[in-house]
């Protein structure tokens, strides 16, 4: 297989492994919920604390962290049959389309999170002290504002800082670098209305309910 058409197959399968609503499926299996009807209507981590409790919650995490990282090392694998030395372009994009497949997912009318915990698994896979250094920007932000969406924020731009330092020290591909700056884009346009909501003043904070349907919030 050609190399563009490995690329091309890697990201197929990141899109397709993404786009597997693992938060409106826990939401129906442990609720009877759907999550696009309760909360902000994402089916990310946020928005299934706020519905399900920490414990729904939780599984969301994990599944979205996992998809992020099965997708990364599929699209690796992928690639690396055809062409061993791009492994690391073929798992940013796997991941990468991962994350766009998590936002957009086919299977829920192209609705979905914002990629946060689907991207940090991804970021997991191909560059993990990157994630290391992030983390903790993202909780920190979280507990001293209790705004998610600001954290998410100030998480996705600072792995992608952390991983520029990365490769300029010779410690990640270059690869990482494109898919930490693709994924901090695809954040930030998914978290379009919470950054307008966060001018303006009007952002939910963490432990805030609103009954019924809403469109605030970051999950």
């Known amino acids: 297989m050609h190399p563009i058409l490995a690329l091309m197959a890697a990201a197929g399968v990141g899109y ?14 442990a609720r009877g919920v759907d999550l696009r009807q309760s ?18 919650a939780a599984a969301v995490l994990l599944l979205d962290l996992g998809k992020g990282f099965a997708a990364s090392v599929l699209g690796g694998e992928i690639v690396a049959a055809n062409s061993p030395g791009a492994v690391a372009w073929g798992a940013a994009v796997g991941g ?3 994350v766009i497949g998590h936002v957009r997912s086919i299977f829920l009318g192209f609705r979905g999170g914002r990629g946060v915990a689907t991207g940090a698994g991804a970021l997991l896979a191909q ?7 992030a983390a903790p920007v993202m909780l920190v932000a979280v507990w001293a504002t209790r705004y998610v969406s ?18 300029a020290a010779g410690l990640a591909h270059a690869a990482a670098v494109v898919f ?13 209305d919470n ?10 904070r963490l432990g805030e309910r609103v009954a019924g349907p809403e469109k605030a919030g970051g999950g």
């Open 39 to 56: 909360g902000s209507g994402r089916t990310g981590t946020t928005n299934a604390l706020r519905t399900l409790g920490l414990a729904g």
């Open 96 to 98: 990468a389309a991962a």
């Open 180 to 192: 930490a700056v693709a994924v901090a884009g695809i954040v930030v346009l998914a978290h379009s």
């Open 150 to 167: 600001l954290g998410s924020l100030l998480g996705a731009l600072a792995a992608a800082a952390a991983v520029a330092l990365l490769v």
């Open 16 to 29: 397709l492994v993404g786009a597997v609503p693992a938060g409106y499926l826990v939401g129906r299996v």
């Open 127 to 133: 560059a993990p002290l990157a994630l290391l250094a």
């Open 195 to 204: 950054i307008e909501r966060l001018r303006a003043g009007t952002e939910r």
